[in-house]
């Protein structure tokens, strides 16, 4: 992991954690997936919460000069997406997480310890 990413990463999990985001999973793609090379999951358990963990990470990674390319799904919070260009932060209610499964989507990622 790159010693910016790996930064800029642990920096969105702290952030996350301060919200109480669940179930936090870091994804290398590195060797699979030409969009990015890491995604962050974690969950929270209302759109109140979901939006708060993607502010407190837009904010905390902003300190760091780090800003997003794309943000979707604000809006309704059931699934927001924080595109960082290098890794990517999916942010889910439980059962919007249960359904898409991103860690079976993508299980020839490895996971990465934190």
């Not at 760091?64 to 990517?88: C, N, P, Q, S």
Request: hydrophobic share 45%; net charge negative.
């Amino acid at each position: 992991m790159a010693d910016n990413t790996q930064e800029l990463i642990y920096a969105a999990i702290r952030a996350a954690e301060d919200k109480k985001a669940r179930d936090l999973v870091v994804l290398d793609l590195t060797d699979i997936s030409p969009v990015c090379d890491y995604f962050l999951i974690c969950s929270g358990n209302s759109s109140t919460q979901v939006q708060a963990i993607a502010e407190n990470i837009k904010d905390k990674l902003r300190e760091k000069d780090a800003d997003f390319l794309r943000i979707e799904g604000m809006k309704d919070a059931h699934w927001i997406l924080m595109d960082y260009g290098t890794f990517v932060v999916h942010i889910f209610q439980e059962e919007d997480r249960d359904f898409y499964n991103l860690e079976h989507l993508w299980a020839d990622a490895k996971v990465v310890d934190f």
